[in-house]
């Protein structure tokens, strides 16, 4: 009850104060004053934008209080900029939307009711109606005195001496307000996003260094998208501040002196401040009747493709004026490596279909992409030639990317491999000056199918068969295989006296390297059709088994570097002889068998691409492969012949890495 008497008293006090001439100090908050941000507040306004704010002090157009916007279910503690009449009421609801330039927690905003407090000991502490204390000065022990909000909307704590004990302007949010220094040491990190309040996190940062002011990207590491470079021979503290008509550098020099480099801004004829947008913009904003955005400081002559997330992540941007995004793409095979995270959206970026891992170095490559360039080119080495520049990226296996620009003469270029990859930029060199060539890394599925380590499996939530399924699914691919190429020449045979074995498990288990070897080039023995339903069971990873066959019908493997770089995957391979119509292509040249019997072969593929299908509900069960096989079941006519989409489901059997150590580690493994 007795807190809204004590506020209201202050509030008088302030506005006195406010039109005093008196050169006293005009704030003589009393410690242990507190504000309860309610509607309380006598300056609560609601804007017609669905924002609000509950001010606790106006000074000139700068307001210090509570805001929300939309739901106002959180607040910001915050200093704000809105429109006054002379009477220090705030007016313009319905235009002068209030503009947030800087706030204490935005990391954590705060409920209806959560309390400021001026507390006797000297700190301003912000608690929310849970009582957690969510931000403090941190001035216990300074001897303050008081706090004010200065012309310039400062908000400061000061002592008995009216020194500035703590500021806002130390703690600069995403905003410079005119009259502001941004120190060495400080940064401006914008919002997550124009609606969510909440800081970036290793995203965008504007900061000043010891060469100047920059403007950076990423956190791996940070990467400049922007900078003006001063003379570094300054041994003070070096800052911009946002003046008049420029932002300026004193790197060198020192106020009041010229700055040594500014960046120029429209005079102010009204309020201005500038705000490192969500985007990576820095932008200027200027009070005309309604709040417009008079300038965007960081933009050059490459236009909007130059900033490092105009299409997101792994993306290339084109267009100078009508900016386009798309996914990289590789011009010798045809692989898609990238797919847009939302194709509604392409300014959200792409995404890598098989995430690069270190541990699969052996199944990546690089996609070239000619007259291609990034924002900026930090050269990691320089003078090298293209090659050794690319390589140096297929041996680094944190690097994403290698940018290579040609120099001036013919003595090698700039290099740059950088750890995280943003927006490329198409650049045409006659226009942008920017001679460049990007290899990007990527990685090829057969890792996911070879190398995926068991622990990622399970972390991507994929089921991981036990192992005696595994032991089950090896046997039934080597019994499966046996079958198929025997079973026709069985079929030969009913006529004469068929040798019905009566393989069983164990047997197979025993069997060794050599026979199983001699058994598949072609002199068989026979397993009976019911022994292999029985052993192939549904536990069996239907897709391993697609690809284990093709690889056998192929005479290759999933993978292979030997072959030219657009067929070394075998499942782009099949996809192109699907489209082509030319699966007989595929078919192990060096397999006399096999090529004699083509058309059953191709046969085999139909069904190889049955159990390839990326939509695994598509896929048919073993039973079902099985009864193909015999003849009782047609394979599916609508097969869908993409089958480079990344294997998300059920990657499940981890196999060897090719074939014939697949069959020798079957038999000496499971014992
Ligand atoms: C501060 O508190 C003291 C004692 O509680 C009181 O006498 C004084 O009037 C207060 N001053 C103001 C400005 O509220
Ligand atoms: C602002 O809107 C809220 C919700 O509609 C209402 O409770 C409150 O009284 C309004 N405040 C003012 C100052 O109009
Ligand atoms: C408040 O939210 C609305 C709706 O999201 C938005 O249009 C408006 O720009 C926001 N106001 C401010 C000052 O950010
Ligand atoms: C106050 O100190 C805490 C703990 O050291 C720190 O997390 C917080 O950022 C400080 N607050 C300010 C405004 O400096
Ligand atoms: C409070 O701010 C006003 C406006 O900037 C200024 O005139 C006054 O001197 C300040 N008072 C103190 C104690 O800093
Ligand atoms: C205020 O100034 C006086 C005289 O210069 C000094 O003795 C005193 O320590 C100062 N107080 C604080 C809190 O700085
Ligand atoms: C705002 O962004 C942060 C960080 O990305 C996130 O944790 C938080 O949930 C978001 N808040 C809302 C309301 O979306
Ligand atoms: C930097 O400043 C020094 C001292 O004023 C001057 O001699 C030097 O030429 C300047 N360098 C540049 C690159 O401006
Ligand atoms: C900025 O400078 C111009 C030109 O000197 C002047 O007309 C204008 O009033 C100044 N703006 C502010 C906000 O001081
Ligand atoms: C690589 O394998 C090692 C050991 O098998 C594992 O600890 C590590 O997390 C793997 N790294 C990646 C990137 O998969
Ligand atoms: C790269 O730019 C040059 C010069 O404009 C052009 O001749 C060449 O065809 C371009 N290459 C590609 C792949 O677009
Ligand atoms: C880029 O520079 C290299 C080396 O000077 C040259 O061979 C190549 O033709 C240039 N490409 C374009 C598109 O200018």
Redesign the pocket.
Known sequence: MKAPWICYCFFLFLILNCHSTTAQPPFEANLSTTWTNTESLPLSVNFTDGSRVRAILLRGSFAFGFYCNGTCTSYLFSVFIVQTNSGSGIIASATGFPQVVWSANRDHPVSDGAILNLAATGELVLQDVDGSTVWTTNTTGKSVAGLNLTDDGNLVLFDINSTVVWQSFDYPTDCLVPGQRLFQGQQLIPSVSSTNWTGQKGLFSLQVTDKGLFAYVGSNPPQAYYGVFGNDTNKGRRYVRFLNGSLSLFILSAEPSDPDEVISIPQASSAQYMKLMPDGHLKVFEWQARWFVVADLLNDYLGECNYPLACGRNTLCSGNQIQQCSCPVSSSNGIDYFRAVNNRQPTLGCSEITPLTCNATQYQNVIELE?VTYFNIVADMEKVDIETCKQACVNNCSCKAAIFQ?GSN?SGGDCFLPLELFTLMNAD?DVTHR?ATTFIKVQNVGSYYYDYPYSKLSRAGVMLISISASVLFLLGVIGFLIYIICKRRWDDRMEEEPIVSDFGLSKLIDKNQTQVMTTMRGTPGYLAPEWLSSVITEKVDVYSFGIVLLEMLCGRKNFDRSQPEESQHLLSVLQKCWEQGMLLDMVDKYSVDMQTRGSEVVEMMKVASWCLQYDYTKRPSMSMVVKVLDGVMKVETSLDYNFTYPRQQNIAVEQDKDMTPLLASVLSGPR
Request: cysteine-free; charged content about 0%.
């Open positions: 007259n040609y013919s060199p001679n």
